[in-house]
């Protein structure tokens, strides 16, 4: 039998390794969610008009003041901004301070949807242009950032608050808090 | 009757009733109800928001050499609702507000590629369609030129080798 060398098991070994990393890669879940890049980094300078007369609007000061806040970003015509509305509601009996940012929403159709589904926001600022949500490197509707007292983005939570997020993101604040 | 087709008016129909009721025409308004009873009903699933577009959305710079920045730009970063498109292809609200951004920040005379610096500061290189050289990307640079290095190295030899 003829024996075969380095010069043919190496290459093949080679092969076989790049064929066992496209297997392992092409069988990993894929994840659509894109993450924002501005963890760690300050809430950018911005001011935003009250969303609804009901509630103030929303400025980067407001965010400095020395209490960890939620931001939600949501708007009256995301689906499943209504879903997680049970979960925001729990959230705000538990003592967390939430801040609204309503994107590309009319006062109107923002004030139905609060009496519908609750209002668990201390603050609520107009994003008409995306501005903001560009800004802090969200890229849908609903997510949540964690704001610590200082104005820093610590965490951000992408899609709509599940009950098992409830206690995980109170867990976040309480991090951020020390 | 059927086959045969009788005038209206001699059939005692005088204004057709009974030959609409026959035909398969007589479904079009109830597809026609349906269809807008149905639009309505999606309305509120469908609808991506209740605001107009933002003004530069669908609306090009009054500067053709600064639209064509913009759009060169636009057609690099990728939309965020739609992850396959771009942002200059996208009518996803989201899409129009980048492309707003974009056009409002080049007529006020930033340069391109401080406006992508800044998208990729927010969301990472996902964002942009450009490729860089990070230190997780080198090797699809490095790579190539390494195996042309080889194949040149390894030719030159077996040529070389014959008188």
């Given at each position: 039998m003829m024996r075969l060398g380095l010069k043919f098991w190496l290459p093949l070994a080679a092969f076989a390794a790049l064929l066992g990393l496209f297997a392992f890669q092409l069988t990993q879940p894929k994840s659509d969610f894109v993450e924002?890049?501005?963890?760690?980094k300050p809430m950018p300078d911005f001011s935003l008009r009250a969303a609804v007369p009901v509630r103030p609007g929303l400025s980067s000061e407001d965010l400095r003041d020395g209490n960890p806040k939620l931001l939600n970003v949501f708007?009256?015509?995301?689906?499943p901004c209504i879903a997680e509305a049970p979960q925001l509601a729990a959230l705000e009996r538990a003592g967390a301070n939430i801040v609204g940012v309503a994107i590309r929403d009319r006062q109107q159709d923002l004030q139905v949807f609060l009496a519908r589904h609750g209002n668990p926001f201390s603050r609520i600022g107009a994003d008409d242009l995306s501005e903001l949500q560009l800004a802090i490197g969200s890229a849908g509707v609903p997510e949540t950032f964690v704001i610590d007292g200082e104005g820093v983005i610590r965490y951000q939570h992408i899609g709509d608050i599940r009950d098992s997020d409830v206690p995980m993101l109170l867990e976040k604040l309480r991090e951020v808090a020390k | 009757m059927i086959g045969s087709f009788r005038h209206p008016r001699e059939s005692g129909d005088p204004v057709g009733v009974e030959r609409f009721a026959r035909?398969?025409?007589?479904?079009v308004p109830a597809f026609a109800g349906m269809t807008i009873l149905l639009s309505v009903l999606a309305a509120p699933i469908g609808a991506q928001d209740s605001l107009p577009p933002a003004p530069y959305a669908y609306r090009q710079l009054d500067d053709p050499e600064q639209e064509a920045r913009a759009q060169q730009l636009m057609e690099t970063l990728r939309c965020l609702a739609c992850q396959s498109q771009s942002v200059a292809d996208s009518d996803a609200p989201i899409a129009g507000d980048m492309r707003h951004q974009v056009r409002t920040r080049i007529a006020a005379g930033e340069e391109p590629e401080a406006i992508r610096a800044w998208m990729i500061e927010r969301y990472?290189?996902?964002?942009?369609?450009t490729p860089r050289m990070t230190a997780s990307t080198w090797p699809l640079f490095v790579v190539p030129l390494f195996l042309l290095a080889a194949l040149i190295f390894a030719l030159t030899r077996r040529l070389g080798r014959k008188p």
């Open positions: 924002s890049a501005m963890i760690g708007a009256s015509w995301c689906v | 035909s398969p025409v007589r479904w990472g290189d996902y964002i942009s369609y």
